[in-house]
């Protein structure tokens, strides 16, 4: 699958290929400091605490496209995820979601699951479920709260791969 050809970067520079969750079912999610919706923060953290183990991969994409939501560098970002959210699951460095520099997961994903409004982010927190496969199967609009996707989650990790 394609997903599996693309690439990110940890927030320290590290190059963290998608390849490497293969066979992992695996929640991208564009994230930010800042924003109302933050508190998802700990929703994706109970996610990635209760099925890390089963197979589930959580990357928070930081983005300061939505009104300069993520004002954090891609270092002090993590002490504040951590520090105030509880959060141990990954995150990349800072990326664009939209526009002329979309990072290329995000162009990937957007293209193979458009929104209601177009393909376009609208939003912090907007929410990709990839199966163990590596095809995209479901977008989450900004305000779905993580324990709504743990259904789908649990039926994804259960079918065999």
């Keep these: 699958m394609p997903f599996y050809d693309l690439k990110a970067k940890t927030p320290d520079g590290k ?4 390849a490497d969750f293969k ?3 695996v929640l991208v999610v564009n ?3 800042r924003c109302g919706f ?11 605490q209760k099925y890390a183990d089963k197979g589930l991969v959580v990357i928070g994409f930081p983005c300061n496209q939505f009104r300069n939501q993520e004002p954090e560098t891609n270092e002090s970002m993590i002490q504040y995820c ?6 141990t699951f990954q995150l990349t460095q800072k990326i664009d979601v939209n ?22 982010i609208k939003w912090n927190f907007t ?19 993580p324990k709504k996707l743990e259904k789908e989650i649990v039926r994804l990790l259960n079918t065999s791969k």
């Design 15 to 18: 190059e963290l290929p998608m």
């Design 23 to 25: 066979g992992k079912v």
């Design 31 to 33: 994230t930010a400091t």
């Design 38 to 48: 933050a508190p998802q923060f700990e929703g994706l953290q109970d996610l990635h």
């Design 82 to 87: 951590q520090k105030n959210h509880g959060v």
């Design 99 to 120: 526009g002329e520099l979309t990072h290329p997961i995000f162009k990937y994903l957007k293209q193979e699951l458009g929104g209601t409004f177009g393909s376009k």
């Design 127 to 145: 929410k990709f479920l990839i199966d163990r496969e590596g095809k995209p199967i479901k977008r989450y609009a900004p305000m779905t709260k």
